[in-house]
Nanobody, 121 residues
Framework: QVQVVESGGGLVQPGGSLRLSCAAS????????MGWYRQAPGKQRELVAR???????NYADSVKDRFTISSDNAKNTVYLQMNSLKPEDTAVYYC???????????????WGQGNQVTVSS
């Protein structure tokens, strides 16, 4: 079994910062990539940022220059540093991980439970 657990959400004022963490654990042979997605009420889930085990990153245009994704491959952990937060960043943030459980397994995607981030004065 694989578990993906997020932490670090909460309430912050506009212009503030938050840091999200996400750790994958369990029966893991290798992690290809981990990422953050978000879903606001009434909207579809969207990619926020993603990082591969080789360090390649990509970001949604709406968060470039404000959010930074990083990882600790040894711990199968990914972080999302969010600065200059805006009310439109309010959403449930989900972590996912593309994992190979054994050397012979196909890549599978696992999701965390989601963490609420609310940006409001």
């Amino acid at each position: 079994q694989v578990q993906v657990v997020e932490s670090g959400g909460g309430l912050v004022q506009p212009g503030g910062s938050l840091r999200l963490s996400c750790a994958a654990s369990g029966s893991i042979f290798s992690v290809y990539a981990m990422g953050w997605y978000r879903q606001a009420p009434g909207k579809q889930r969207e990619l926020v940022a993603r990082i591969t085990s080789g360090g390649n990153t990509n970001y949604a245009d709406s968060v470039k220059d404000r959010f930074t994704i990083s990882s600790d491959n040894a711990k199968n952990t990914v972080y999302l540093q969010m600065n200059s937060l805006k009310p439109e960043d309010t959403a449930v943030y989900y972590c996912n991980a593309d994992i190979r459980r054994t050397i012979h397994s196909a890549l599978e995607t696992y999701w965390g439970q989601g963490n609420q981030v609310t940006v409001s004065s």
